[in-house]
Structures are given as structure tokens and as C-alpha cells.
């Protein structure tokens, strides 16, 4: 069974400081996703990573792929509270005809 | 504007009472997920469909059924046998078989 695990599934985070949301998976894939999700709302894509060692950059969010490791990276650089949000990674499952399983999320709080 | 259409946004039910959720798509996507989401949760898989008039189980399909008559549309009901039907579905389409997923704006289902 694939297992998709995050940490820290609560972050509480200053403004101006960086941090690091990890993302481990059992099982071998070479495709991993990063999800947005704000409160009450559905869910947004921020980065599709397709190989090892790919790496994806938008504003303030950096998410790497490391497959041999099994782990992937969402790093925040300067956090604003416009990145308050919770956020998931989600991998093919190829014992689910390659649905997305996701992990259990890390909801994010930058605080002034 | 394509995307995936989902309604109801709200929904009440009284325990013992059949729903049914409605999905549309006009994104020409092959793929069409149902996933379920609780407070706190992350997302978990409960029907999936790769073509039209065939859909598979997911993780937790107990309760619920599907039915893919044409490749835009994906509805999902809520049984009476579904034990604790209050959450968040979400409906999701991806272009193949696997890959990104691109999420409606969800179905939120109270029962009473």
C-alpha cells in the first residue's frame, strides 16, 4: 500500500522566515504533485515534478524531487501571510489505476 | 472557460436519504476522480473512472456509487448505507490516465 506521509502537519511561522514541509512515499514513483488548499476552499496545483532531481520555483515556494529517497521538498523562502494555506503533495498510486494519493496535508500560519 | 463544474456547492441531508453529487467537465479529460476529504484529513480516493462506462472502487468506495454514461459527466451518490456521510467531495478530472489532477470546487454534505 502506498503511504504518503507529510511533517510537520502544523507549521506556525513568522513572517521574513524560511522553512521546510517534507514529503516521504513508500513506494517507487517518479511523479509527484503539490498541492494548494485554502480554507474552505478546493484545491489549487502549485508544482508537478516528473523526474529525479527536477526542482520548480514560484515566487516564494521551491519544491524539489528527490525519487531515490523517496522525498520531496516544498521550501519557503520569506514567508507572507498571503502563503497561509494548507498544503499537500500527492503521488501516482499504481495500485489505484495511478490516482493521486495525497498526504494528510501541512497547514501553514505565517503570523506577522 | 473550461474546468470542472461541481454542484451542489451546499447540501443537507436527513440520515436515511439517497444524494446525489453532479460533476461536469468540459476540459475533454479522459479521467474522472471522486475524492473525500474530513477536517483535518487529507484526501482519500472513493471512485474513479478511465473511460467512459467503466469506473473502479478506490479506498473507501463503501457506501457510495458512480455511474459514467458520458466522458464530461462523473455523479456521485451518497447512500443511506454511507455511516457517517458529513465531509468535503471533491471531483477531479485528469487529461490520461494518470498525471495532474485539476479539482472542482467541491461539494460540501451535511446530514442532520
Known amino acids: 500500500e502506498l503511504k504518503v506521509e507529510q511533517n510537520p502537519l502544523f507549521l506556525s511561522m513568522q513572517e521574513g522566515k524560511n522553512y521546510t514541509i517534507y514529503c516521504n512515499y513508500s513506494?517507487?514513483?517518479?511523479?509527484l504533485y503539490w498541492y494548494r488548499q485554502d480554507p474552505g476552499k478546493s484545491l489549487e496545483s502549485l508544482f508537478v515534478?516528473?523526474?529525479?532531481?527536477a526542482v520548480k520555483q514560484e515566487g516564494r515556494l521551491m519544491a524539489s524531487l528527490d525519487t531515490k529517497a523517496r522525498l520531496s521538498t516544498l521550501h519557503i523562502t520569506a514567508a507572507v501571510h498571503d502563503l497561509s494555506a494548507t498544503y499537500f503533495c500527492a503521488v501516482d498510486g499504481s495500485n489505484s489505476g495511478y490516482a493521486l494519493n495525497f498526504g494528510k496535508g501541512t497547514s501553514l500560519l505565517v503570523t506577522p | 472557460d473550461g474546468g470542472i463544474t461541481q454542484s451542489p456547492k451546499y447540501l443537507f441531508r436527513k440520515e436515511g436519504q439517497n444524494v446525489t453529487l453532479s460533476c461536469e467537465q468540459n476540459?475533454?479529460?479522459?479521467?474522472m476522480y471522486w475524492y473525500r476529504q474530513d477536517p483535518g484529513q487529507g484526501l482519500r480516493l472513493i471512485y474513479y473512472?478511465?473511460?467512459?462506462?467503466?469506473?473502479q472502487k478506490g479506498d473507501i468506495a463503501e457506501g457510495y456509487s458512480v455511474s459514467r454514461e458520458k466522458k464530461e459527466s462523473f455523479p456521485l451518490t451518497v447512500t443511506s448505507a454511507q455511516k457517517n456521510p458529513t465531509a468535503f467531495y471533491l471531483c477531479a478530472s485528469s487529461i490520461g490516465w494518470t498525471g495532474e489532477l485539476f479539482f472542482g470546487e467541491g461539494s460540501r454534505l451535511t446530514v442532520l
Open positions: 473512472s478511465q473511460i467512459v462506462n467503466d469506473f
Open positions: 476540459l475533454n479529460h479522459d479521467a
Open positions: 513506494t517507487t514513483s517518479d511523479r
Open positions: 515534478l516528473l523526474s529525479n532531481g
